[in-house]
């Protein structure tokens, strides 16, 4: 099939390498994304046969066995839980470090530069270095209880509170991402607003009330359907600070910790696949419900 590009010499010019541009992100898309995603859809109708090959087909079996399967419905609470401590509290600290850091402080670019490191730093390290700090004998956090003459807190090994340790941990390494993006969103807001504000009276609590938050909500928007997804597919801090024999384990895993376990310690593929469109499909119903509410609170004027 042979396309025809009309036009002058000049316009055919910019279609080609207009083209030519978009391939290698079209190509990363496919590859990357779009290829795995069809791939793991075929997967998730089979049984993973031995070392990966002779799969069997099984149908349905998967998802039966996925709606009757307590450990998943456990693990899918488990990250609604997570998702509920980490995403309000980092949008929300986030945002005011903004607005501190928007205003005329000393060493402004040094204290944003210290709040975006933990964004920068390996994760696997991250989880390290607070594993330790919550270390139930020797952690620093217990240390500092006991001198002040408090009892120690089993801060990971607790189940009723080891998804908010857990949580503490994301809050803490994204909250230098969430403050650059809404700085990037208080500088879009015009200071006229503010100016003309000033003369009527108001109060830095008025002005942010009733200026900075209904300007910056598409940013806010933006930010909460990220974080959303993010904490959605929570696994790296749990698998480093939480270890097997950890009895707070099954009231923390993710279902992306729970999809690693059985496609890639139990090597039931198949069934882990199965796990991943479950989480697929309640990612986009949350973010359908976003995009339905978004409009009733989100001010593009």
């Known amino acids: 099939m042979n396309i025809k590009i009309k036009g002058s010499r000049r316009e055919r010019s910019e279609f080609l390498w207009g083209w030519l541009f978009l391939l290698p992100?079209?190509?990363?898309?496919?590859?990357?994304?779009?290829?795995?995603?069809?791939?793991?859809?075929y997967q998730s109708f089979f049984k993973t046969g031995a070392f990966g090959r002779g799969n069997v087909f099984v149908g349905l079996q998967n998802y039966e066995k996925l709606f009757t399967d307590s450990l998943v419905w456990q693990a899918l609470m488990?990250?609604?839980?997570?998702?509920?401590?980490?995403?309000?509290?980092?949008?929300?600290?986030?945002?005011?470090?903004?607005?501190?850091?928007?205003?005329?402080?000393?060493?402004?670019?040094?204290?944003?530069?210290?709040?975006?490191?933990?964004?920068?730093?390996?994760?696997?390290?991250?989880?390290?270095?607070?594993?330790w700090l919550y270390n139930s004998e020797f952690g620093l956090f217990n240390h500092l209880l006991n001198s002040l003459g408090l009892s120690s807190v089993n801060w990971i090994s607790n189940p009723s509170t080891a998804y908010i340790s857990v949580a503490v941990v994301g809050i803490?390494?994204?909250?230098?991402?969430?403050?650059?993006l809404f700085i990037a969103g208080l500088k879009e807001?015009?200071?006229?607003?503010?100016?003309?504000?000033?003369?009527?009276?108001?109060?830095?609590?008025?002005?942010?009330?009733?200026?900075?938050?209904?300007?910056?909500?598409?940013?806010?928007?933006?930010?909460?359907?990220?974080?959303i997804i993010g904490a959605m597919q929570v696994f790296d801090s749990i698998y480093m600070m939480m270890d097997k024999s950890?009895?707070?384990l099954v009231k923390t895993q993710?279902?992306?910790?729970?999809?690693?376990?059985?496609?890639?310690?139990?090597?039931?593929?198949?069934?882990?696949?199965?796990?991943?469109?479950?989480?697929?499909?309640?990612?986009?119903?949350?973010?359908?419900?976003?995009?339905?509410?978004?409009?009733?609170?989100?001010?593009?004027?």
Do not use: H
């Open 246 to 248: 950890n009895p707070a």
């Open 78 to 131: 488990n990250t609604f839980k997570y998702a509920l401590v980490e995403v309000p509290f980092s949008i929300v600290i986030a945002l005011l470090l903004a607005v501190l850091m928007d205003g005329k402080i000393r060493g402004k670019s040094a204290w944003r530069t210290i709040y975006f490191l933990p964004m920068v730093a390996a994760p696997a390290a991250v989880a390290m270095v607070w594993r």
């Open 189 to 227: 807001i015009p200071r006229d607003y503010y100016e003309a504000s000033q003369i009527d009276g108001a109060g830095g609590v008025k002005q942010f009330f009733y200026i900075t938050l209904p300007l910056i909500s598409p940013t806010m928007f933006f930010v909460a359907v990220t974080r």
């Open 254 to 301: 993710s279902l992306v910790y729970l999809f690693y376990r059985y496609s890639f310690v139990e090597g039931n593929k198949g069934y882990g696949s199965s796990i991943v469109l479950l989480l697929l499909v309640v990612i986009l119903l949350i973010t359908v419900i976003q995009m339905v509410c978004q409009k009733k609170w989100v001010n593009y004027s």
């Open 172 to 180: 803490w390494s994204i909250i230098g991402y969430n403050m650059v």
């Open 25 to 41: 992100t079209m190509a990363g898309l496919i590859i990357l994304n779009i290829i795995p995603i069809i791939q793991t859809v």
